[in-house]
């Protein structure tokens, strides 16, 4: 945390003084000087010179940006979309977005129509027959796009996979920009969360500063996932010593994902049960230990982040130094005592969070994800209590207020159906 140094403004003010004086004391001796500078300006305007400003004439002090204008009506927090799973099969024509095809649209439709009676003839056979049809680029993996949040893919395709049940097959095929999708609903996969510890060596991808050869990384790979397995409750201490991935500080979390989203890693951490560690794996970036961790729990919250100069991602525009922003913390949670439903109001007027608009709705989030002091106060709560004093994080202080998370999830994950 960055904090204000009242000894900088000291000695600019002592700075300032002493320059003050010294003009005064040479005023006499200097009148001449600049009579003569004044002169030589004159000069240099008529032939067209422009005067270089002398390094004590040029602004030393940054301007404060403006700040934008606060919103002044609350918005409901856009909710949370669903995800989605599936597979498709591709057939473009001539004129579709990125397709080669040279068929025409008419001859595109009808090959879709074909593939569709087959499959919904022989489902199983549905991997294959993306092989060999799809122009997608998931063809290759038997027309599998993983999964989504609805909304990402375009509109059509969305609405229509959306509507199948689980395991079903689109009984005619569906238009896009990019030609006529035959498309099958998957179920979502399951989450998994871990972390890893990186040894990489000179040659692998992206190590331009290794120098260990891959003998020597693998040696110590080895020895690492050694001492680990002995000790898995050392693994945060262990990777931020060891590790050459960039989330060492972190522990070397790789946070929480569905199945099949880390393609390079998932067959290894499907191997590990919970709290398992693995041996020394290879990949193109080095030699990975791979550490599976238990799912965090989601939690809901809202809150009031009063920053100051110097915090972190505090706006050029915020001034006000670590003791009026606590003031003005505890003032705001002086008020929510008398009254809670004040809340959002006071979120919206005062939040120097994005949230702002939002009455200060964080939405959902996982356990771990919040600064941990934040996190911290958060737990201690019932659901509407708000923190009776403001809770100090790298960003800020802020006013806390637990929320319903069976509320938010309803509102926000559609069940797919």
């Known amino acids: 945390m960055t904090k204000t140094i009242p000894l900088v403004a000291t000695l600019a003010l002592l700075c300032g003084a002493l320059a003050f004086t010294g003009c005064t004391q040479h005023e006499k001796q200097g009148a001449g000087k600049a009579d003569k500078a004044d002169k030589t300006k004159g000069a240099d305007k008529k032939k067209g010179i422009k005067p270089v400003a002398k390094p004590h004439q040029q602004k030393s002090k940054a301007k404060v940006p403006p700040r934008p204008?606060?919103?002044?009506?609350?918005?409901?927090?856009?909710?949370?979309?669903?995800?989605?799973?599936?597979?498709?099969?591709?057939?473009?024509?001539?004129?579709?977005?990125?397709?080669?095809?040279?068929?025409?649209?008419?001859?595109?439709?009808k090959l879709a129509k074909k593939l569709t009676a087959q499959l919904l003839k022989a489902p199983t056979t549905f991997v294959a027959v993306a092989k060999k049809?799809?122009?997608?680029?998931?063809?290759?993996?038997?027309?599998?796009?993983?999964?989504?949040r609805r909304g990402r893919m375009v509109p059509a395709f969305d609405t229509a996979i959306a509507k199948l049940k689980v395991g079903a097959i689109s009984k005619e095929p569906v238009e896009t920009p990019f030609g006529y999708h035959v498309m099958k609903r998957n179920p979502?996969?399951?989450?998994?969360?871990?972390?890893?510890?990186?040894?990489?060596?000179?040659?692998?991808?992206?190590?331009?500063?290794?120098?260990?050869?891959?003998?020597?990384?693998?040696?110590?790979?080895?020895?690492?996932?050694?001492?680990?397995?002995?000790?898995?409750?050392?693994?945060?201490e262990m990777v931020a010593k060891n590790s050459d991935g960039p989330g060492a500080k972190r522990g070397g979390k790789?946070?929480?994902?569905?199945?099949?989203?880390?393609?390079?890693?998932?067959?290894?951490?499907?191997?590990?049960?919970?709290?398992?560690?693995?041996?020394?794996?290879?990949?193109?970036?080095?030699?990975?230990?791979?550490?599976?961790?238990?799912?965090?729990?989601?939690?809901?919250?809202?809150?009031?982040?009063?920053?100051?100069?110097?915090?972190?991602?505090?706006?050029?525009?915020?001034?006000?130094?670590?003791?009026?922003?606590?003031?003005?913390?505890?003032?705001?949670?002086?008020?929510?005592?008398?009254?809670?439903?004040?809340?959002?109001?006071?979120?919206?007027?005062?939040?120097d969070g994005p949230t702002a608009r939002f009455g200060g709705d964080l939405g959902i989030w996982r356990a771990g994800m919040m600064a941990k002091a934040f996190g911290a106060a958060l737990d201690k709560l019932k659901v509407g209590e708000i923190t009776a004093t403001p809770v100090e994080t790298p960003f800020g202080f802020h006013v806390i207020r637990k929320d319903d998370l069976k509320a938010k999830e309803a509102g926000a994950d559609e069940k797919a159906k």
């Open 69 to 109: 204008p606060r919103p002044t009506k609350l918005t409901k927090r856009p909710p949370r979309r669903p995800e989605l799973a599936g597979s498709h099969i591709l057939i473009g024509y001539k004129g579709a977005r990125r397709s080669k095809a040279t068929r025409t649209k008419e001859e595109a439709l």
């Open 133 to 148: 049809h799809s122009e997608g680029p998931s063809g290759k993996k038997g027309g599998d796009l993983g999964t989504w």
């Open 188 to 236: 979502l996969p399951p989450y998994v969360a871990g972390a890893h510890l990186l040894v990489a060596f000179k040659g692998a991808r992206r190590a331009p500063k290794a120098t260990r050869s891959e003998v020597e990384a693998k040696k110590r790979a080895k020895t690492l996932a050694k001492q680990l397995k002995e000790n898995p409750k050392t693994w945060d």
């Open 254 to 351: 790789l946070g929480v994902w569905r199945k099949g989203r880390m393609r390079l890693f998932d067959e290894h951490f499907a191997k590990l049960k919970v709290g398992q560690v693995s041996n020394p794996v290879k990949t193109p970036f080095g030699f990975h230990i791979f550490f599976r961790q238990p799912i965090p729990a989601e939690r809901a919250g809202s809150h009031i982040l009063i920053a100051f100069k110097g915090a972190n991602r505090a706006q050029g525009w915020i001034t006000r130094s670590k003791e009026d922003a606590k003031k003005l913390a505890t003032e705001l949670a002086e008020k929510l005592k008398k009254d809670p439903k004040q809340f959002e109001q006071l979120a919206l007027k005062h939040s």
